[in-house]
């Protein structure tokens, strides 16, 4: 649970503030009008931008973080934890990714409660050991 929420406040109130405004800034300079039109309206448009938004940030922060820091977020060096595959093994590009891309099945977090584990570790033959 600790892993989830350092990693969400961060992935919500950081990158999301931070990839939004360089997205508006590019969209008010670009396409002013599909701009005002989405901010004033507050219209499909808007939300549709915002919802494909936060996606991408997600499958960016897990799948660079868990790559990239050798199975470590934020979340995860805060509480001691780390994703391997499950013979041990350093996670790959691909099983990063499709930890990530497991993680937006609605409900996935509550998978735990259901079986074995979270899906996104039981999908992509993964798991997350301690490290300390």
């Known amino acids: 649970f600790l892993n989830w929420l350092v990693d969400n406040l961060l992935m919500r109130f950081g990158l999301n503030w ?3 405004y360089i997205v508006g800034y590019f969209l008010a300079k670009f396409f002013p009008e599909f701009y005002l039109n989405a901010i004033l ?4 448009e808007f939300y549709i931008t915002i919802y494909l938004l936060s996606i991408f940030n997600y ?3 897990y799948t ?3 790559k990239v820091f050798n199975g470590y977020t934020l979340g ?3 509480s001691g934890t780390r994703a391997i595959r499950e013979d041990g093994s350093e996670l790959t590009f691909k099983d990063a990714f499709l930890r990530s891309l497991s993680r937006l099945v609605p409900f996935e977090a509550l998978s735990i409660w259901f079986g074995y584990g979270l899906w996104h570790d ?3 033959n993964t798991m997350v050991i301690k490290t300390r």
Not at 41 to 44: D, H, Q, R, Y
């Open 64 to 66: 660079f973080c868990e």
């Open 18 to 20: 931070a990839s939004g």
């Open 122 to 124: 039981n999908w992509t």
């Open 59 to 61: 499958l960016v922060y």
């Open 76 to 78: 995860k060096l805060i």
């Open 41 to 44: 309206s507050k219209g499909v």
